[in-house]
C-alpha cells in the first residue's frame, strides 16, 4: 500500500488526530468522527491507500469503499436521524481519498444549503465525543 509522507491520513499523524478522532476499520477505509460537531454526527470515511481520486480505484476496490461508505452513512442515520445527509468528497489540498458524511437537521445549521468544512463552532467534552463513537460502532 502506497503511503505518501505528505499526508496526514498517511502518517497518522497530529494533524489528522486535531481534527478527528478514529472510529474503527472497515474493509478498505478507516472512519473518523470530526471533533467540530456542528453537523451532528459527522464522520470522514477514509480509503486507506493513498490514492487522490475514485477512478483510481479498480471496480471491485471501489464497490468496496462504497459499501463502505454506505455502512457509515446508515449508522449515522441510524444513531442520530439527522433529515437528510450530505456527502463530500474534495480533496482540493489533501490529495488523499476521503468522503465526509454530514448529517444534517431542519432548522439546524446550513439546512437546504452547502455544509461548510470547519464552521469551528461546536467542540464536544471527551465524554461526549466517547459517546458519539459509542453510539456510531452500535450502528455499524
Known amino acids: 500500500m502506497e503511503l505518501n509522507k505528505d499526508c496526514m ?42 490514492v487522490k481520486e475514485l477512478y483510481e480505484l479498480d471496480s471491485q476496490e471501489l464497490s468496496a469503499y462504497m459499501n463502505d461508505v454506505k455502512k457509515v452513512a446508515a449508522a449515522v442515520d441510524k444513531a442520530f436521524q439527522p433529515g437528510k445527509i450530505n456527502y463530500g468528497a474534495y480533496g482540493d489540498k489533501m490529495h488523499h481519498l476521503h468522503m465526509h458524511i454530514v448529517p444534517k437537521y431542519e432548522g439546524k445549521e446550513d439546512w437546504g444549503s452547502t455544509f461548510v468544512m470547519n464552521p469551528d463552532k461546536t467542540y464536544l467534552s471527551e465524554e461526549q465525543y466517547k459517546e458519539f463513537i459509542e453510539t456510531i460502532k452500535k450502528s455499524l
Open 9 to 50: 491520513y498517511c502518517m497518522k499523524d497530529e494533524r489528522r488526530d486535531n481534527l478527528m478522532i478514529e472510529i474503527c476499520d472497515l474493509e478498505v477505509s478507516t472512519v473518523f468522527l470530526f471533533r467540530e460537531q456542528t453537523y451532528t454526527g459527522r464522520c470522514n470515511v477514509v480509503y486507506k491507500g493513498h
